[in-house]
């Protein structure tokens, strides 16, 4: 069903399979959002669909996350050819390759002192400390935006634009300036086998406009959850439908 509908619709015309490279969100949009990013679940078949697209685009397939890299491991294993974790701080270009990590500003200690201390007093709330900065995770305590957004703002003056607060889904990211999933791409793009290729991109969140950006510099084609596909389960049964039947 959704094969024959989205065939029919022009706006999920992409470029050929010999011609892609796909550039893919995990976290609410190829899984879906859970209460925790540990209660995540990658969906059964998920895994050998993208297994089969990365086949069939030439290995030009990537996942591009704000978590770490070695979380996307233990969900995907050696399924994606390349992983950009941490919004592009970390990249590694080919499976069991090294992972090249971005020159970053020093993240002032008192900062993760102070924000350990506030969540201390804000149940529901939670830190989240990455390699180039932290996230104020609010999901369990909505009420609680206001105050985490405040504070982080006043950190990020003190800063001189060397870190950037960056909105997420109940959170708020501190991270260096300029290293972003825009960053991730253009690396990316750069080097085999996506290297000559037009990039589809595909994300829900407001971290993955960079790559959003810098996919239209390239004339490549992105795609948003929900404008485009109403759930992470209707965009994954359009990448389905992209993989080349198996014949018995």
Same mark, same amino acid.
């Given at each position: 069903?959704?094969g ?8 999920f015309k992409?470029?050929?399979?010999s011609? /892609? /490279? ?5 976290d609410?949009t190829?899984?879906d959002i859970?209460?925790? %990013?540990? +209660? ?5 078949? @998920? %895994?050998?669909?993208l ?7 030439g290995? +030009?397939l990537a ?10 491991? =233990?969900?995907?294993?050696?399924? %994606?050819f /390349?992983v ?12 069991g390759?090294p992972?090249?990590? +971005?020159? @970053? *500003?020093?993240?002032?200690q008192?900062?993760?002192? =102070?924000?350990?201390d506030?969540?201390?007093?804000l *149940? ?9 900065g ?7 305590a909505?009420?609680?935006a206001?105050i985490?957004r =405040?504070?982080?703002e ?10 950037? @607060?960056?909105p ?8 260096p300036?300029?290293?972003d ?7 990316l793009?750069?080097?085999? *086998?996506f +290297?000559?290729?037009?990039p589809?991109?595909v994300?829900?969140d407001?971290?993955d ?7 239209h ?14 759930? *992470?389960?209707?965009?994954?049964a ?11």
């Amino acid at each position: 069903m959704f094969g024959s509908s989205f065939a029919q619709d022009s706006r999920f015309k992409i470029p050929s399979l010999s011609q /892609a /490279a796909f550039l893919l969100d995990f976290d609410g949009t190829l899984v879906d959002i859970a209460p925790t %990013p540990e +209660a995540v679940v990658v969906p059964p078949g @998920l %895994p050998e669909v993208l297994r089969q697209l990365r086949d069939a685009c030439g290995n +030009a397939l990537a996942i591009i996350s704000g978590r770490p890299i070695d979380q996307i491991d =233990q969900f995907l294993g050696d399924v %994606p050819f /390349a992983v950009a974790g941490e919004h592009g701080v970390a990249i590694r270009h080919r499976p069991g390759g090294p992972i090249e990590r +971005a020159v @970053l *500003p020093t993240l002032p200690q008192r900062w993760l002192v =102070q924000a350990s201390d506030l969540l201390a007093t804000l *149940p529901g709330t939670r830190l989240e400390h990455k390699q180039g900065g932290f996230v104020l995770h609010y999901r369990a305590a909505p009420e609680k935006a206001e105050i985490l957004r =405040q504070t982080a703002e006043r950190w990020v003056r003190e800063s001189e634009g060397a870190f950037t @607060l960056q909105p997420a889904k109940m959170a708020w990211e501190i991270r260096p300036t300029g290293v972003d999933k825009g960053y991730a791409v253009s690396l990316l793009m750069e080097t085999a *086998p996506f +290297a000559g290729r037009k990039p589809v991109f595909v994300g829900d969140d407001v971290t993955d406009e960079d790559g959003m950006a810098a996919v239209h510099r390239m004339g490549g084609v992105f795609f948003r959850i929900p404008a485009d596909f109403p759930t *992470p389960a209707v965009f994954r049964a359009w990448l389905s439908s992209l993989v080349p039947e198996k014949r018995g």
